[in-house]
C-alpha cells in the first residue's frame, strides 16, 4: 500500500471516529474542519491521532514534525506550538508529560482570553504516551 492510500485510510479512519463519537452536530464539525484544514500539511508527516480515545476527553492531539496541536473541542479553544519551540528530544524521549506541565500551555478561548492548561487526566497522558511509543518503536519511555 502506497503512501496516498495509507494517507487516505487514515483520514477514512478518523472521519468515522468522528461520525461514531458522541459529540454534538457543532463539535462534530470542528473535529471535521479541524482534520481537513491539517490533512494537506499531514499527509507526509509522521501524525498522531487520538480520535477515538480523546473524544472521549474532549480533547484532539495531533503531532506533527512542525508542530503540536491541542485543541478542546466544544469550547473552541486551541493553540498551535511551532515544533521548533520543543525540544524534539523531549517529544522522543516521552518526556511530554513533564513537558507539558512545565511549559504550561496556555489555550485561547473564543473570547480572546487566554487560560493555562494544567491538568489533564492521567490516563489521558499514558494514551500520548503510548501513541508516540508507537510512533517510535524501540524508544525508551
Not at 77 to 86: C, N, T
Request: net charge neutral.
Amino acid at each position: 500500500m502506497g503512501l496516498t492510500e495509507r494517507w487516505i485510510g487514515g483520514i477514512r479512519e478518523k472521519m468515522t471516529a468522528i461520525v461514531n463519537s458522541s459529540l454534538t452536530g457543532d463539535e462534530k464539525l470542528l473535529a471535521w474542519t479541524i482534520s481537513w484544514v491539517y490533512s494537506d500539511a499531514l499527509a507526509f508527516l509522521p501524525v498522531i491521532n487520538l480520535f477515538l480515545d480523546f473524544l472521549k476527553h474532549r480533547f484532539l492531539l495531533a503531532v506533527t514534525s512542525k508542530r503540536l496541536l491541542l485543541i478542546q473541542i466544544g469550547k473552541v479553544r486551541y493553540e498551535e506550538i511551532a515544533r521548533d519551540e520543543i525540544e524534539s528530544s523531549e517529544i522522543q524521549s516521552f518526556s511530554f508529560r513533564k513537558w507539558l506541565w512545565e511549559y504550561k500551555l496556555k489555550m485561547r478561548l473564543a473570547d480572546g482570553s487566554r487560560v493555562v492548561l494544567k491538568d489533564i487526566p492521567s490516563a489521558t497522558m499514558n494514551e500520548i504516551e503510548t501513541a508516540l511509543e508507537q510512533l517510535c518503536p524501540g524508544k525508551q519511555a
